[in-house]
């Protein structure tokens, strides 16, 4: 089981910068596949970024790549996620997701556990 409270959400303008949060508790935490994914109303949930346990690979979604980052703090089961040059295609509901089975279950959304999600809004 693993429980996961996200931070950061928030509002910017285009070309501007914002950084989520995701802690992680449970048995399995500090040995899960964590990444993030975003809804937009009318669509399916879209995958973002995604990173192992070691947090020695990263995958990411072709339309953040090269703007997004993710990152691990396995001692602390916290995983962040640096958003940059961000565009109102970026506007979206972003959801934390966690993953006992290592990051390409999490990425085809099987035995995936969920955070509550955060808005991001980004205005021009």
């Known amino acids: 089981q693993v429980q996961l409270l996200e931070l950061g959400g928030g509002s910017v303008q285009a070309g501007g910068s914002l950084r989520l949060s995701c802690a992680a508790s449970?048995?399995?935490?500090?040995?899960?596949?964590m990444g993030w994914f975003r809804q937009v109303p009318g669509k399916e949930r879209e995958f973002v970024a995604a990173i192992t346990w070691s947090g020695d690979n990263t995958y990411y979604s072709d339309s953040v790549k090269g703007r997004f980052t993710i990152s691990r703090e396995n001692t602390k089961n916290t995983i962040h996620l640096q958003m940059n040059t961000l565009s109102p295609e970026d506007t979206a509901v972003y959801f934390c997701?966690?993953?006992?089975?290592?990051?390409?279950?999490?990425?085809?959304?099987?035995?995936?556990?969920w955070g509550q999600g955060t808005q991001v809004t980004v205005s021009s």
């Open positions: 997701a966690a993953s006992d089975k290592g990051p390409f279950i999490l990425m085809r959304k099987i035995n995936v556990y």
């Open positions: 449970g048995r399995t935490a500090s040995r899960s596949a």
